[in-house]
């Protein structure tokens, strides 16, 4: 450090671009732009050419350069910061063939997380799962969250109305919304359903997957899928802001994360929120104290295409539909104003600070005065 105790000493940061770029609309691409804004809130720059000078690398994918860029990084005596954004049990249920290969991913990540000289994971949660024996990691694991602009996601007037404006739909009509790739293991299987058998409802799911990785049970769930369940795809972040903050509901039935951008952003925009009753949130997202919560089917009961498979879809979404239309009836408890509490917990600008206080930890100094 220089200057004084409360100006950290200016850093350069290899954030790289590399296959980084195949991420772009995922969850891992926007912890990398949230990255991206934490180190320069703190003054640091940014360089993304692993040849460039720089003092720290941060490392964020699963990709084969990743590893060679932590090579490249020791060579050149500069540290490595892993983020450690994926585990074994978020691979699960994800693409094609993911259940048959997903402990070679895992040792794979595992790996790759001892490349670095310190591991960085957005949760508790996380820590726990990568801390386990078999991935042999023995350097310090830091947590800090990927964070949420709060100044940004937060609702606006006119929100309401012009979702229903960009939807085609009347003033009144009510609107569920989640937002992740098309996966099982994000509950889109249910979500269809859940559609289904609330007809009165439009349910809107942003996000794309290229078509290549979708499971076959996942695109023919798409495909036919009612009237009322709608697909808009990857759209800008005004636009998502737009729904969060005009929506009825949040619906979120994933069955695994590490953390949960969408969450954090739907919270920040103050919209009711219905949650997956699964272990990452059971003490960070206490229910019905920041969010409802509904359990949801573990994936191997709702995957394929037997009748006993599609019956257990039925029923989870019988039981969810339960919930949700006592949420959007008004029956549940409003907690908007603990969930953008939670939100702002994770700001930006905090996350910003426990970003520099992993350096200093981790005794990151430029490597000469600037």
């Not at 590399?18 to 691409?29: C, D, R, T, Y």
């Not at 992740?180 to 809107?204: N, S, Y």
């Not at 990452?280 to 006993?308: C, F, M, R, T």
């Not at 600070?353 to 000469?368: C, H, K, M, N, S």
Request: proline content about 6%; hydrophobic content about 45%.
């Amino acid at each position: 450090m220089s200057g004084d105790d409360t100006t950290p000493a200016r850093l350069r940061v290899l954030i790289p671009k590399g296959l980084a770029a195949l991420a772009g609309q995922s969850g891992i691409g926007e912890a990398i732009r949230h990255q991206r804004r934490a180190v320069e809130a703190l003054g640091h720059e940014v360089v993304t050419s692993p040849f460039a000078d720089y003092d720290v690398a941060h490392l964020n994918t699963p990709f084969p350069d990743t590893p060679l860029l932590a090579a490249l990084s020791h060579l050149r005596g500069r540290p490595v910061m892993m983020w450690a954004h994926s585990t074994e049990e978020d691979f699960r249920d994800s693409f094609t063939g993911a259940n048959r290969i997903a402990p070679w991913f895992r040792r794979w990540i595992a790996w790759i997380y001892r490349r670095g000289d310190a591991v960085v994971t957005p949760t508790q949660y996380a820590r726990t799962l990568i801390s386990r024996p078999r991935y042999k990691i023995s350097r310090r694991i830091h947590v800090l969250s990927n964070g949420v602009d709060t100044g940004f996601f937060a609702r606006r007037d006119g929100d309401r109305a012009a979702l229903r404006d960009r939807l085609g739909l009347a003033p009144e009509a009510p609107v569920v919304m989640s937002v992740g790739i098309q996966m099982v293991r994000k509950g889109i299987l249910e979500w269809v359903e859940l559609a289904r058998a609330m007809p009165e409802v439009t349910f809107v799911w942003y996000g794309r997957t290229d078509p290549r990785l979708i499971t076959k049970d996942v695109a023919a769930a798409v495909a036919s899928a009612p009237s009322n369940a709608r697909f808009p795809g990857y759209v800008t972040p005004d636009v998502l802001r737009e729904a969060y903050a005009g929506c009825d509901a949040f619906c979120f039935l994933t069955k695994e994360e590490t953390e949960g951008i969408v969450l954090l952003e739907a919270l920040a925009c103050r919209a009711p929120v219905l949650l997956s009753d699964i272990p990452i949130y059971e003490e960070w997202l206490p229910d019905g104290e920041v969010v409802h919560k509904v359990p949801v089917p573990a994936s191997s009961a709702v995957n394929g295409g037997s009748d006993q498979a599609l019956r257990a879809r039925r029923s989870a979404a019988q039981k969810i539909a339960e919930r949700l239309r006592r949420l959007l009836d008004g029956d549940l408890a409003d907690l908007s104003a603990a969930g953008r509490a939670a939100a702002e917990a994770v700001d930006m600008q905090e996350v910003a600070a426990q970003l520099q206080r992993i350096y200093d930890q981790e005794g990151v100094t430029p490597r000469r005065p600037r």
